[in-house]
């Protein structure tokens, strides 16, 4: 269950990193647009991960449930 709690903050620090990329290059699109699109990615590569490891957590917490019944 730790994980699923931990890795709620990943995921809102994703959204949070994605939306500030977006302002920063929505200000001044030709000075940001590069490092606003690093940005962008590297926020959905962390919350692609973070997504990943709350499915694997689900699947796992499944299986044990399962074993305990």
Known sequence: MQALT???AAIENAF???EAAARK?????LQ?????SVE???????LSASLT???TADVM?????????
């Not at 962008?40 to 962390?46: I, K, L």
């Not at 917490?61 to 019944?69: E, F, H, T, V």
């Open 40 to 46: 962008a990615a590297a926020a959905r590569t962390q």
């Open 32 to 36: 940001n647009v590069q490092t606003g």
């Open 6 to 8: 931990m890795n709620t």
């Open 16 to 18: 949070e990193r994605f």
């Open 53 to 55: 490891v709350t499915r």
């Open 61 to 69: 917490m499944g299986c044990l449930l399962d074993m305990k019944a």
């Open 25 to 29: 290059t929505a200000v001044a699109p």
